[in-house]
């Protein structure tokens, strides 16, 4: 008896930790990390502000598990992409091209995620993200060149390169709303392809 | 006499500045900005702390001048490299290594420049400075289309998309100390002169 309590408080933690991480979700892909308050979370999530500070002992430690969470998923996304059946280059347009549509579909969420200025221990959790997304799309790029689907060239350089020209233009700092998505994705999306597909890279 | 007296008074005001201007720039080349510490500063200028906070009312005071200062002078560099004669690609080759050479010379300060996270109120010039960069590559790209020079692009979109890359991939957060500085540069204008002289960009 006591045990099946137990199993039933779990499952109802459980459910409120979703309902607090669900609740984050859309008020930081409503404005971002710096203006959501822990109050609001707890209005949106149905619970008392002090339920709230049970599950998370800080707003901190609240978004460093919300970016935890977030940005594995969108790895995961990518990752599945990457590994789809083609040529180098066609795999790594996918990675790409889901990345993209991913971040303008959710166009504050990907800023909060990838450029919106946040405290030191999400900016380190940050640095790891954008370096897992860089790793993979340079295993793509190093098993194109090792089978002569792609022109020798420094794997990590353009995969860092492509990332971060894909993260600027299209999530910021400096990105602007664009007008036609998948206008925008297919021209970001060119220009890094012309640079992983250019035929001398200078040795 | 007392006119030549306050004259005095103001050219020593500004060498004092100068000092203390010098001194952050040689600390935050050391280790970038969060951890230099206002007693440092005062010490490497040969000034009192006291001397100091009337100067520079805060830390972040300073830091908010000392990157002015910096980034305008950074900005003025590529401006020049961007006017000198020859075609649009040439001239943003040219701005592209500029930017690229001074970056590697000072690696701790272009990161403490571009990519270090700081306070709310020197992140806000940082974007600012980030978007001169891209538009007065921007301007050269579209002077490109307009004669014919380059081909039909979004000037904007590949602007940022070139920032971008080149911010990432020499400065970071991803970027790595590279061993063979100008092999790098000469690999990430590569890859963006592929994006930016290709030949079918989608309409």
Redesign the interface.
Known sequence: MAYRETERGKARKEKTRQQILQATAELVDASGFRLVQMAQIAERAGIAAGTLYRYFASKEALFADYFRRATEQEVRQVAAALQEPGQSSERVEAGLRVFARRALLKPRTAWALIAE??D?AV?EQ??RY??RY?RLFEQVISFGIDHGELPH??A???S??????????LVG????PPAQNE??I???I???L??L??K????
């Open positions: 200025p946040v030191p900016d940050r640095l954008r370096q860089a060239q420094d990590r350089l353009t860092t390169a492509m990332v971060g020209a894909l993260a600027e233009a700092p400096l990105a602007e206008t925008t297919d021209h970001i060119a220009f890094c012309a640079g597909t250019r001398e890279y200078p040795q």
